[in-house]
């Protein structure tokens, strides 16, 4: 073996370069005519066990990247069911229709002008669209027209809403962050929201800009405690009440956003 020492050394180093990880073409430098045996058998066997190898790593590499591609489908898909779920509930309340996905708009432009990226964006517009999936759990009586008074059995349903939201929704892993949001959407900057009496920065910044989208959607809309106020008229109260119910920074940011798309081109007017 000592005239072959050299070659085998080389086959030793290659073999364990393979080992750790390393994978190259170094190997069919032993598989020549000129390499002795039994190095060169040895090589050959080693190149072709390599050669399945990587055609395994390849097919598993596409495995994942498929498994990927499904499970951010099924994510989607899983999103727009719930969706679905909270657009058939808005059918039992004809002065919400359409109050979702308005709220999931207005709420995803706010998060865009305050530099939000793409994914948190995102995940602001699906919160918006899932905000109030917890009135699935309540009674009719909550979308009938009580006077100017709720009677106190529907009061408690509606501050129950954002948690019922949440327990629904906490069965879906990956909802996770979108469920903390819907949880604290009704919470307000000077702690006198619901359900938790939460202050400024225990509320989440997405349930915040959440809120600023809801009361405008809520206040520019038939209700039937009230006729839909202008834009303008809408902004005037969200600025006033900025810093004890809604979030400055968010206020100031749907301020922007109003002024950069127009605020006559909103045909919702009705004053
Ligand atoms: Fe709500």
Request: glycine content about 8%; proline content about 3%.
């Amino acid at each position: 073996m000592h005239e072959n020492s050299q070659e085998l050394h080389q086959l030793l180093e290659i073999i364990a370069r393979i080992a750790a990880g390393n994978y190259s073409n170094d190997i069919m430098a032993l598989t020549t005519d000129g390499t002795p045996e039994p190095i060169k058998t040895i090589a050959e066997a080693m190149g072709l066990m390599m050669v399945k190898v990587e055609a395994r790593e390849f097919h598993l590499e596409q495995l994942v990247s498929e498994l990927q591609r499904l499970n951010e489908q099924i994510r989607h898909n899983t999103v727009q069911t719930v969706a679905a779920m909270a657009q058939a509930l808005e059918a039992r309340d004809t002065y919400t229709r359409g109050h979702a996905e308005r709220v999931a708009g207005i709420a995803a432009e706010i998060a865009a002008e305050m530099n939000f990226d793409a994914e948190r964006v995102e995940l602001v517009r699906t919160a918006g669209l899932l905000h109030d999936i917890g009135k699935i759990g309540c009674s009719d009586r909550i979308f009938q027209d009580h006077g100017p008074k709720n009677p106190p059995d529907v009061v408690k349903e509606i501050l129950n809403h954002p948690v019922v939201g949440g327990d629904i929704l906490s069965r879906l892993d990956f909802l996770n962050e979108v469920t903390r949001i819907i949880v604290t959407h009704h919470e307000r900057m000077d702690g006198k929201g619901y359900p938790h009496r939460l202050g400024a920065e225990q509320i989440p910044l997405e349930a915040r800009i959440i809120a600023v989208a809801d009361g405008f959607d809520a206040m520019t809309t038939d209700r039937p405690y009230q006729r839909a106020r202008s834009i303008e008229v809408a902004m005037g109260i969200l600025k006033e009440d900025a810093g004890s119910h809604w979030d400055c920074d968010c206020v100031a940011a749907f301020e922007r956003v109003l002024a950069r798309n127009g605020q006559g081109a909103d045909s919702r007017i009705v004053e």
